[in-house]
């Protein structure tokens, strides 16, 4: 199996836009070494032939411009992407959707309260279906994760984990676990497992579980500590209020950094980093203390083999 990272920023990709925080800054005029990002997407394949992709962030279009084994092989158009897979209804995970519009019919896989919201709160699905169409195949979430869905050759499956509903979903101030999936994703040719969780707001024996059940976990790395983004002066909202499990440990309990110690995977890989997060800094403490610890930091154009 093949894992390509398309995308591992947050929100706003690195540097952001309009952010001129430390980090952004110091990248942009060469204080800081660290990699530019785009927001968070991946591809997975059986074969290298067909692609299954999961989430469809706003730089899908540089993405796939970026990454040759995305772009038209055969005739005058086509695309190796056979299927969209969708983690939540986040604009920064499925505002990519619309440049999909130019291609066939598009084959996405998302839990019905995503497809719920994009197709009335954010309704891109409706925009679609003018263009290329599209064809939903439900991912119901369950207690210990839901079907098994065979596609391009994998076998993939839906697990809920803890999070947030996106800001413009009218259940955003519930605590409902199925607005937000992590996917599980197998190559039966292998029996090899790995785990995508861009957001994950903490992890208990569930979440533990589907940790230690995979060869390889793809996890949110969205914030260093709790209280990031009000230290930097950036915003008002704690790493809880957005539906992410900070690195280090926090009033809420304990953080990424030990879930992941304890977590059996062979290769644990943080995705979905936010530009204020300490971790982008190569020459920083907080990489030195990843390295040690044997935890990887998703970069654009980052490819595994499993």
Not at 287 to 298: D, F, K, N, S, Y
Request: with cysteine; hydrophobic share 40%.
């Amino acid at each position: 199996m093949k894992i390509l990272v398309l995308g591992s920023g947050a929100g706003g990709g690195f540097p952001q836009w309009n952010c001129n925080c430390r980090l952004c800054a110091g990248q942009r005029a060469g204080r800081v070494r660290a990699s530019p990002r785009t927001q968070s997407s991946i591809a997975v394949s059986a074969d290298g032939d067909d692609w299954v992709l999961l989430n469809a962030s706003p730089d899908i279009g540089a993405q796939l411009r970026a990454s040759k084994a995305l772009q038209p092989r055969h005739g005058v158009r086509h695309s190796p992407i056979k299927a969209v897979v969708l983690m939540d209804s986040q604009i920064d995970h499925v505002a990519g959707l619309l440049s999909l519009r130019e291609g066939p019919r598009l084959q996405l896989y998302c839990t019905p309260e995503s497809h719920e919201d994009l197709t009335g709160s954010l309704p891109l699905l409706n925009a679609l279906d003018k263009y290329c169409g599209v064809t939903w195949h439900p991912m119901p979430l369950e207690p210990g994760g839901g079907a098994w869905h065979e596609i391009a050759g994998l076998r993939l499956q839906a697990v809920p984990v803890p999070g947030k509903a996106p800001p413009y979903s009218p259940r955003r101030q519930t605590e409902v676990r199925s607005d937000n999936a992590a996917v599980l994703i197998e190559d039966p040719a292998t029996g090899k497992r790995v785990l995508y969780a861009p957001g994950l707001a903490q992890v208990g024996d569930a979440e533990r579980r589907s940790l230690d059940a995979c060869d390889c976990v793809l996890v949110d790395g969205t914030f260093w500590t709790e209280d990031e983004m009000v230290a930097a002066g950036l915003g008002t909202k704690r790493a809880a209020d957005m539906g992410h499990l900070p690195q280090c440990d926090g009033p809420h309990g304990p953080g990424m950094l030990k879930a992941l110690d304890a977590c059996a995977a062979r290769r644990k890989v943080l995705i979905h980093i936010n530009n204020s997060n300490p971790i982008l800094d190569e020459d920083g403490a907080e990489r030195a203390e990843l390295t040690r610890r044997g935890i990887e930091v998703a970069f654009d154009g980052m490819e595994l083999e499993l």
